[in-house]
């Protein structure tokens, strides 16, 4: 179903971008030689990447959230015996704290907000609040179905949970203030996983694919797509699992990283208009 999503999102977004930019080649030109104001990319309903600069990742991390917290990635793995919620310096990717999680939990998603983390797991319904400078566990919440991804607007915590729908949940009591259920060109977008919140914008990883889409978040609405393929070459992945999972934004740089589930490098990459030929 995802690849069937993908064929018509393309197709629509292309038929888009094109009736708005008839020159494909000028657009391809300009985007590989000019510099953008950083903000440029909205305009464009699909998108593609350039890669500024690879950073280490340790291969054995099971991604299944990661954010920039205090210029430290915030990383939340998963598997079972192997979930933890740890802090690993940005440019080394040394562990510079580490919890790991009982070995019948699977950690998921992983946001942070008030000073605090706040980490799901995948079928425990279990989720579990830190303090974000130290890891020191504060407390617990419970939630129903499945957790996947989060990420934040500053007010609430929103939660995916594999399904077309994200929740909303109030940061102090953790009960759901709100949901909105993604649709692309009014057909519901599935598989949603890891997030974040990007310029006012949900970034969503699509669970195996290589695309991100890009979420109104009032709306649920998608308003264009990020198409990853090539970024990590999938031949040399050493597990049909290792798929991409990990979006990380830094809002006062503008800088936007990805990586995925055992890969060894997390990579900062600028958004850039995507073309096709023809
Ligand atoms: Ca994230």
New binding site residues.
Partial sequence: MKYRFFCVAFLVLFSVACEKKPDAAKVQTAATTESHPDSEWKAHPLLSYEVVRELPHDSSAFTQ???LSHGDWIESTGGYGASSIRRVAKTTGRVLMKKNLAANLFGE???ELNGKLFQLTWMSQQGFIYDAKTLQQLGEFRYQGEGW???TDGKSLIMSDGSDRLRYLDPGTLRVTQEVVVRFNGKPVEMLN???FVEGEIFANIWHADQIVRINPATGTVVGVIDLSGIDAKEKRRDPEHVLN???YDPVAQELFVTGKCWPKIYQIRLVPKTISR
């Fill in positions: 959230g990661l954010l998603g992983v946001v991804g989060m990420t890891e997030l974040e990990g979006i990380a």
